[in-house]
T-cell receptor, first 110, second 113 residues
Framework: QKEVEQDPGPLSVPEGAIVSLNCTYSNSAFQYFMWYRQYSRKGPELLMYTYSSGNKEDGRFTAQVDKSSKYISLFIRDSQPSDSATYLCAGYTGRRALTFGSGTRLQVQP | EPEVTQTPSHQVTQMGQEVILRCVPISNHLYFYWYRQILGQKVEFLVSFYNNEISEKSEIFDDQFSVERPDGSNFTLKIRSTKLEDSAMYFC???????????FGPGTRLTVL
């Protein structure tokens, strides 16, 4: 079983829509979860970083972690065409290596 | 805003040749990492480095790979004898000890012919 799983998409939404991106994980040792955004042929850009279960908000982005069901989500409000990218979730045990999911490709149509 | 930089952006090499990929981490960061991403696949951890030694490495990081911090600013990944399957994007990342959040560079695209 893959440690971090994501639906690869593509997920296509109209501009202004609320986007929901999701990951499941199997490694109970993950303590932290990150969301990265990756544009084509570029490096991952850190968006959100969460430690505990619950919600964390930053501007148009909300990260949600449910450790009981091993489920993490990223919500994007008022989506923009510039949000079109691949979104990577990652788990972190505290031992330095990030474990990434395969990413979900998002397309926001103008 | 400080950022991780990497050079070159694209490296083409012949199979069996040695390559060195270079990174300049964020200046006050103490932990350094290399990841790779084969085209169409997920980002995979290679190695982490702290206090001038490897702190963790994956099964991908075999004897063909080595890392070095040759001076106070650079962090390098050397592949001794490249194989076709080493073709990938290689990302350097760094983090400070307080937050552990890792910041990635733009990557070096390695093409092995």
């Amino acid at each position: 079983q893959k440690e971090v799983e994501q639906d690869p998409g593509p997920l296509s939404v109209p501009e202004g829509a609320i986007v929901s991106l999701n990951c499941t994980y199997s490694n109970s040792a993950f303590q932290y979860f990150m969301w990265y955004r990756q544009y084509s042929r570029k490096g991952p850009e850190l968006l959100m970083y969460t430690y505990s279960s619950g919600n964390k908000e930053d501007g148009r982005f909300t990260a949600q972690v449910d450790k009981s069901s091993k489920y993490i989500s990223l919500f994007i409000r008022d989506s923009q065409p510039s949000d079109s990218a691949t979104y990577l979730c990652a788990g972190y045990t505290g031992r330095r290596a990030l474990t990434f999911g395969s990413g979900t490709r998002l397309q926001v149509q103008p | 805003e400080p950022e991780v930089t990497q050079t070159p952006s694209h490296q083409v090499t012949q199979m069996g040749q040695e390559v060195i990929l270079r990174c300049v981490p964020i200046s006050n960061h103490l932990y350094f990492y290399w990841y790779r991403q084969i085209l169409g696949q997920k980002v995979e951890f290679l190695v982490s480095f702290y206090n001038n030694e490897i702190s963790e490495k994956s099964e991908i990081f075999d004897d063909q790979f080595s890392v070095e911090r040759p001076d106070g600013s650079n962090f390098t990944l050397k592949i001794r004898s490249t194989k076709l399957e080493d073709s990938a994007m290689y990302f350097c990342a760094s983090s400070d000890t307080r937050t552990d959040t890792q910041y990635f560079g733009p990557g070096t695209r390695l093409t092995v012919l």
